[in-house]
């Protein structure tokens, strides 16, 4: 009986922090308090400068993915979401590579490959309500060819590559 309580209380604690973004957890909190809240990263890495870089994904379906930039002090310097129109036109055709845009976009919700290169994708929320995907078409060298958003008018029925 005592591993079922257990057990239950673990499960509605996962429950909780799964509910959690990062954005509610905010900024000066540590990364102990982000863990806490809002769960596991789905990625960790480290910026040039030092900075301990925490990503969360809600992809392939979702249409977030945040990242949580936190200093040598293990506070939250920043958090930012990085599907938007913004981030995408941060893109630059011709002198970026796949890692930039994987350092600007997160981890692509759609990878497709095709003869002419590779195509990533990411599912997003223009002013908060129009379903779309951020598009990033690589050339065989693997720099950028084009960034474009296409808005979903099917209802979220279709996605690209598919």
């Known amino acids: 009986m005592k591993f079922l309580t257990l057990l239950a209380t ?65 506070r939250v310097k920043e958090i930012t979401q990085l599907l938007t129109d913004e981030q995408l036109n941060k893109i630059v055709p011709g002198t970026m590579t796949k890692a930039d845009v994987r350092h600007i976009l997160g981890k692509p919700s759609v990878q497709t490959f095709a003869a002419v290169g590779t195509i990533w994708s990411w599912r997003f929320k223009r002013d908060g309500s129009q379903l779309g995907y951020l598009t990033v078409r690589f050339n065989p060298d693997n720099t950028v060819m084009e960034r474009i958003a296409i808005m979903d008018f099917t209802g979220g029925r279709g996605m690209p590559g598919n």
């Open 10 to 74: 673990m499960l509605f604690a996962a429950a909780l922090a799964g509910c959690a973004s990062p954005r509610s957890v905010g900024t000066g909190s540590t990364l102990v308090e982000m863990l806490a809240r809002a769960g596991p990263p789905t990625d960790i890495r480290f910026d040039r400068n030092g900075d301990e870089l925490w990503e969360y994904t809600t992809g392939p379906q979702g249409h977030e993915t945040y990242l949580v930039r936190a200093g040598a002090d293990n």
